[in-house]
Antibody, heavy 122, light 108 residues
Framework: EVQLVESGGGFLQPGGSLRLSCTAS????????VHWVRQGPGKGLVWVSR????????SYADSVKGRFTISRDKAKNTVYLQMNSLRVEDTAVYYC???????????????WGRGTLVTVSS | SYVLTQPPSVSVAPGQTATITCGGN??????VHWYQQRPGQAPVLVVY???DRPSDIPERFSGFNFGNTATLTISRVEAGDEADYYC???????????FGSGTTVTVL
């Protein structure tokens, strides 16, 4: 079964750092744009960041710009989200998401991981 | 940034039709996509590009987009349709992806 698998979530204090990883299983997603979407407890979906297939272009939500960095390693078939200066409001399940379209953007998300929980609390 | 407005909840009896709206300024000029999220699960794409369905989504799910409102319609509602539904689009001005606030569909 084709799937995206997130890892790296955990519990940490405000101001801390964490790196999330997203690995594709039974899928080479090097040609796809990949995103991170988060969902706070009992809250709705919030888009966080996107990286293009070649890794040259990234985009961030205003709430995380300057604190989070998205990157990818094609050789490892993995996308990362480096999160620095974490805040309580960053607490959420973080989903790795594939944008549909092999080699081109489609502006919608056709494959989601199960998510990894990040909890920021003092 | 672009804002998408959804009603918090919709209730519908089994076998009836549920209509979920997604409001936005001239949203009809954009491509809108819809996701279903069952409790405890990751979201699933149910409609993309306003009206298209992934191959594994039942025909009971349909979409429409015109003017300032996009709509997801679920016909012949079943108990398994009980979930949160989110609309989403790409805002080209900011290069951001935007989700609506979500609508909880309750099957009575």
């Amino acid at each position: 079964e084709v799937q995206l698998v997130e890892s790296g979530g955990g519990f940490l204090q405000p101001g801390g750092s964490l790196r999330l990883s997203c690995t594709a299983s039974k899928l080479n997603f090097s040609n796809y744009w990949v995103h991170w979407v988060r969902q706070g407890p009992g809250k709705g979906l919030v888009w966080v960041s996107r990286i293009t297939s070649d890794g040259r272009s990234t985009s961030y939500a205003d709430s995380v710009k300057g604190r989070f960095t998205i990157s990818r390693d094609k050789a490892k078939n993995t996308v990362y989200l480096q999160m620095n200066s974490l805040r309580v409001e960053d607490t959420a399940v973080y989903y790795c998401v594939r944008e549909g379209g092999d080699g081109y953007p489609t502006w919608y998300f056709d494959l989601w991981g199960r998510g990894t929980l990040v909890t920021v609390s003092s | 940034s672009y804002v998408l407005t959804q009603p918090p909840s919709v209730s519908v009896a089994p076998g009836q039709t549920a209509t979920i709206t997604c409001g936005g300024n001239n949203i009809g000029s954009q491509s809108v996509h819809w996701y279903q999220q069952r409790p405890g699960q990751a979201p699933v794409l149910v409609v993309y590009d306003d009206t298209d369905r992934p191959s594994d989504i039942p025909e009971r799910f349909s979409g429409f987009n015109f003017g300032n409102t996009a709509t997801l319609t679920i016909s012949r509602v079943e108990a398994g349709d009980e979930a949160d539904y989110y609309c989403q689009l790409w805002d080209g001005d900011s290069d951001h992806y935007v989700f609506g606030s979500g609508t909880t569909v309750t099957v009575l």
